[in-house]
């Protein structure tokens, strides 16, 4: 069955799926489903169960294999995993696991960092930071473990359009290769530059675990051996670097 439905989708792309073979691809990559949100689950505050991640993500999946087009000579591993992301993104956004307290601490460090920034003309230490909220170290560092679980969401939520999300999926799908207007080249060569700018205003420390986390994708516990640091501390420095990265982000979207 595997066999036919690789050649449903890519031999004879203009035939459709029977039933059948609809099923057995839902089959084949329920496993990809369950590893995608285990990896997801690891960002996301603890009262938040795996079972929650993964049923959002098998309607995702479902999704991919209803909409999926293989006349766009993509893989369609690829294009279910954006679909899978999609989804379950949107039931962490639905679930509004962030209390108005978390957020008012969030916007306080927002704030704090903009402003430290602008006063000193370079990224600023942890340590003025927390002098310009009014509290000590330790008490900042305790703020950025309360909002730990939001880089899951932050850096993705620029891209929402009203209550139903509706931009969503189509921003994941924009981010496959594909036929591209004029129009799609430069917006994406734009915000490469944006996201490129944006790095360069963190610290050498943020760079690095956002770049070994995102892009080598390891752990906050493999970082930690790295950098020779704590998983506690990689932990703040990664939440720093996402709401400092968010920040940017979202200038750019609200010009």
């Known amino acids: 069955m595997r066999n036919a439905t690789k050649d449903t989708l890519y031999t004879n792309p203009a035939r459709k799926m029977c039933e059948k073979e609809r099923e057995?691809?839902?089959?084949q990559y329920a496993p990809?489903?369950?590893y995608i949100a285990g990896k997801m689950a690891m960002k996301v505050p603890p009262n938040i169960s795996l079972d929650e991640l993964i049923s959002a993500g098998t309607l995702?999946?479902?999704d991919a294999v209803n909409k999926f087009d293989p006349v766009r000579?993509?893989?369609f591993k690829t294009y279910a995993e954006f679909r899978i992301k999609g989804a379950i993104l949107d039931e962490l956004r639905g679930m509004d696991q962030f209390s108005r307290s978390i957020r008012k601490k969030i916007?306080?460090?927002?704030d704090a960092i903009s402003t430290t920034d602008a006063k000193l003309g370079r990224p600023a230490e942890d340590e003025e930071i927390a002098e310009e909220m009014g509290v000590g170290l330790e008490v900042y560092y305790e703020l950025l473990a309360d909002v730990q679980g939001y880089s899951i969401l932050s850096l993705d939520e620029f891209i929402k359009a009203g209550s139903d999300?509706?931009?969503?999926?189509e921003s994941y799908k924009n981010q496959i290769k594909g036929e591209k207007t004029p129009v799609h080249y430069v917006d994406r060569m734009e915000l490469k530059k944006v996201i490129a700018n944006a790095l360069k205003t963190l610290t050498p420390k943020e760079q690095?675990?956002?770049?070994?986390y995102y892009y080598d994708e390891l752990t906050l516990k493999e970082i930690g051996s790295v950098m020779d640091l704590t998983e506690s501390?990689?932990?703040?420095?990664?939440?720093?670097?996402?709401i400092k990265l968010k920040m940017r982000l979202k200038s750019y979207y609200e010009f």
């Open 24 to 27: 057995a691809l839902i089959i």
């Open 32 to 34: 990809f489903v369950k």
């Open 60 to 62: 995702g999946l479902v």
């Open 73 to 75: 000579e993509i893989q």
């Open 107 to 110: 916007q306080a460090i927002e």
């Open 165 to 169: 999300h509706s931009e969503t999926q």
């Open 208 to 212: 690095m675990v956002i770049s070994l």
């Open 233 to 242: 501390r990689i932990s703040q420095i990664h939440t720093k670097a996402i």
